[in-house]
Nanobody, 124 residues
Framework: QVQLVESGGGLVQAGGSLRLSCAAS????????MGWFRQAPGKERVFVAA????????YYADSVKGRFTISRDNAKNTVYLQMNSLKPEDTAVYYC?????????????????WGQGTQVTVSS
């Protein structure tokens, strides 16, 4: 069983930056692909970014490409989401997710573990 705990959310002005962290319990974290999703009020949860077990493969939703960077530190059992040039439309609850395989994609059903989420609010 893997538990995921997100942190780093908050209120930021448009154009600002935040770094989200997701701390994972369990010895097998380094084998898992990890992802970030977000859910804005009244909308469905959508894919943001994913990273393979080694960190060698990353991909992003078009809406965040070039502004967000996903990374991981397997020694610390932590995955990060660096968010730059934030826009009001980035406002959402951000969720960390883990897949029991080394590579994962954009589908929520590919992920087996979920955190509770952290709120990100971008003011204009």
């Amino acid at each position: 069983q893997v538990q995921l705990v997100e942190s780093g959310g908050g209120l930021v002005q448009a154009g600002g930056s935040l770094r989200l962290s997701c701390a994972a319990s369990g010895r097998t974290f380094s084998r898992y692909a990890m992802g970030w999703f977000r859910q804005a009020p009244g909308k469905e949860r959508v894919f943001v970014a994913a990273i393979s077990w080694s960190g060698g493969i990353t991909y992003y939703a078009d809406s965040v490409k070039g502004r967000f960077t996903i990374s991981r530190d397997n020694a610390k059992n932590t995955v990060y989401l660096q968010m730059n040039s934030l826009k009001p439309e980035d406002t959402a609850v951000y969720y960390c997710a883990g897949a029991s395989v080394g590579y994962s994609g954009m589908g929520m059903n590919e992920y087996d573990y979920w955190g509770q989420g952290t709120q990100v609010t971008v003011s204009s």
